[in-house]
């Protein structure tokens, strides 16, 4: 008799603690004998997989060398899997040889003696040494990814069945760029779900894997990842991303219905999670296929959306099956949470999963039927009556947690085949034989595809398997004991505390006492648009928000007067308490916050803002406040220069005067707020000047600044607003002499122009004038030849296109490194994704989540633009116009362009030169990295530039030489972030100063210094 075929009896239900971080008890089916009986069961699966450690399919892996140095030294593991994720895009022997040496020469990394010595040899050795490391690879990438194409894994999916194994087939590739990659992967399913059947159907039976507890099962199962399937899969347009992928999903799972094959959808990163569950959910209800879906026990979220999953099952009457996984993204999600300063959506310590994954599978166990005679729809392979519910697959190779389970199904009284158990390609082989000789059904998942889409798949397993937490690793390579591997999640860990939501090593400056809510600077999360309460909440405040109606038509003489009251209020403002002046932009900070969603509304109703790009420009206006307040605050303290007994030498800071802020419409709120902020906070006063086509917003935030500055008893006159045109009363402003300061933001004409203006002093002018001036920017993007494509293409297309590609850090220019040509593969492979990705951007109305593409300022700039586009079609090669949807111009009355994509451009060209500030690209060749520099520093421009590469001496020149104030290294060139990336350029891009920097507020002042003799007859107090 089976070992699990032993009658139990029915336990108890204890209380054990919650899967939640807090004491609060759940209820799981538990007890002593429950406990005892995992135990035995593990025990037992243990014992055998350790019998077959020596057989013909032992862990091999663990003896690979690659594996065991990666596991002994994190630096090498670091650099090594750098390595792994870049050796696809290495073409020659050559390349593959110095990209290992740059990698394992990075400091810090002790490289093992045998790759070493092949390091240091001559050319020859060289091809060989690079040779064996290639082998490695692709052998150590063969054992998780079972062939390129479904055909060649065929024969291992046979040999597998024979022996007692099950499949599951995933197509890899997951980045999905464009229509035509979603197109070309979707085929791929249809013609393996249309062809697979065929050739399974012949294979021996084998009723075991065949049948579970309610019925038959079918023989053909494959696993697909919905971000394949579309270019558009994101959550922030939940019904468009739906719709765009039900048009590849619904033939898919029509066929699988007709074929009777067996879908489930992998679960992704955690953005997507709701998402899926959704969509999983309307498939379902509209096709009758034997349908899976896979939920991480790694979610926080993991027990309330079981509950949920379970609810609709029944509700709906669907029988579906849930491969219950920990989650293969733990690291990914635990960055992502932390760049973003979102919460972590992942349990924080390993043993928090394992607890979660059993008490879901309780959750689970309890949904699932325990008859097919059960009321419910007819079956789709008999015809016969169906249950409703959920089936448990297991994806797991932790015997603790799959052992747990069969016994919660021991003490349910389901038998052994009411569970599956599934495990990956490549991995743990012994765990599979023994599970299966101990009556489980199982499944491996079998991936199949070419190395490049399957790299992120491949380099999640690797980063699994040499984890310090791996179950497999401590019970088959560090041969943990039975009672450490099989004990209850998280028994005898003491209570260490939890990681903070806000680790201390993301603060931006210290806390300042007296300074806002007296904690440090950190950047302010933007909306997570995964989230769908987030989603409403904002949707409802762009509908409800209005654009107030301002007229631009101060005089020069009406801006002569408020100079006049900004003057009347200098003095007091200056002399004012620094931390008072704080305490206006951390009040101002605040209420910005309380609105931030309706700010966002006007400026994308006025500007032509998509929602991101306008939730960005609101947190960038919170965070210079919140930044300026701490920074300020010790410049006005006198610092002591040395300590010289007799002598105290101090310095410090004063205001200069009267400022005029001149800001530009396409950051029309955290410009025009961040130039304020430091001026004001400062002790200068100011008059604010906004662009003429974004007087809205900026009244909104001079309603802030005003209220913050009357809360803190300011002087009437700190602020003035002047809502007017540039030509006329922007000029005068300038000339004014009672202006000491202009910080301006804009084109370079303008900005050059007031250069000028304010460098001629007038008689009674009693100061020079300090000009802070920003202007455009020509930015280049280069696309080395390790480049990562997909990211390359993602960032070029954002970093491009992103509001229009109005952003003075855009990339206008993107140069492809190709040593063999102008028209040779590597840069027609990148100029076709680009052009086919940015196909798949949606032109529309910027109020609605689903537009990439809103429309450019007024109609001037589509004339200007325009103008670009037909000088680049005289000279160069027009890849991709896109057309702007028929009727939109005018149901909205505002202007649209296009993406403009060009190629063969050449840096004589005009759209090569001259700032566009549109959504038109150029896309240039160079032969060589060093070409490319030189191309990318040939711009009189130094603002943003970018660099795609995976070869550490590149991304270290590129540090060096190429020249501009922003340098981003394999990420768009867009988005600075207040502190992290303090933003500005130099040559015409201007002046050199860093907004968001540490040194930005000292161009507002001017340094003052003294010397006290503090000798007194020959006696001092310090002596
Ligand atoms: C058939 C199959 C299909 C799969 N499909 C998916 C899928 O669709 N989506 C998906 O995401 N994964 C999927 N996986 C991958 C799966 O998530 C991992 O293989 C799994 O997490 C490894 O868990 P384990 O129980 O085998 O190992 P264990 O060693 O017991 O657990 C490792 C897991 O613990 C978690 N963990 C590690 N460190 C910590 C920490 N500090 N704090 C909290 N948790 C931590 C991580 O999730 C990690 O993967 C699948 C796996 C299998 C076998």
Redesign the pocket.
Known sequence: MGLFSKKHKRADTIVVPAVGQGPSPIAVPSGDSIEGRTFEIGSEMLRRARGHKTGILSARFYSDALMEWSMKDHEFKVQMFRFVDAFPMLRTPEAVFEHLSDYLSQPGVTVPPVIAAALKAGAIAKGMAAKTISGQITGMAGKFIAGTDAASALPGLKEMWDGGIAF?V?LLGETCLSDEEADGYAKKYLDLINNLPKSVASWKSQPTLENDHLGPIPRTNV?V?ISALSARCDPIDTEGSINDLMKRMLPILETARDRGVFV?????HFGLKDFTLELFQRCVEKIDFQAGL?????LRSGPADAVKMCEWAARRGKLITV?L???????AE?IKSEMHGWPSP?????????RC?EQMAAIFLDACPTAPAARGRGDIATGGPRPSGVKL??????V???AAVVAGLERRNLPLNAIEL???HG??DQLKFAAAEMGLRI???VPVGEMIPGMAYLV??L??NT?N??????GFMDNADAGTLLKVPGAGVPDAPLPPEQADRHMLTPAVEGVGDGKPFYTEPMRDFADGAQRAAFAAAVQRATVPKVANDRTPEQAGRLVASAEMAFQTWRDANPRLRSGVLTRAADLMRDQRDGLAGVMIKEAGKTWREADADVCEAIDFCDYYARLAVPMFERERMGKFIGELDEQWYQARGVAVVIAPWNFPLAILCGMTAAALVTGNTVVMKPAEQTPGIASVLNDIFQQALKEHDAPPGVLQFCPSPGETTGAALVRDARIALIAFTGSKAVGLNILEAAGRTPEAQPFVKRVICEMGGKNALIIDQSADLDEAVMAARQSAFGFQGQKCSACSRLIVVDPDGPRAAAISAFTRRFVEATKALVLGDPAKPGTDIGPVIDIEAKNTIAGFIEKGRRECTLELAMPVPAGLEAALGRSFVGPHIFSGVKSEHVIAREEIFGPVVAIMHASSFEEALRIANGSVYKLTGGVFTRKPAHIEKAKREFRVGNLYINRGITGALVGRQPFGGFGMSGVGSKAGGKDYLYQFVEPRASCENTLRRGFAPEL
């Open positions: 599951s995933d696993s990842k489930n959808f992998d679960m992704e896979a939920m991480q026990a790694y491969r996984v920990k989650g293969a993204y733990w690291d635990t992942v349990w924080p310590r390993k043993w928090m999963t394992d994954f697959a297991l994806g797991s190779h932790n603790r947690s799959i599934q495990m990956l991995m743990a499944r491996e998942y999640r397993r980063l699994e984890s937490e791996s179950w497999l690793k401590a």
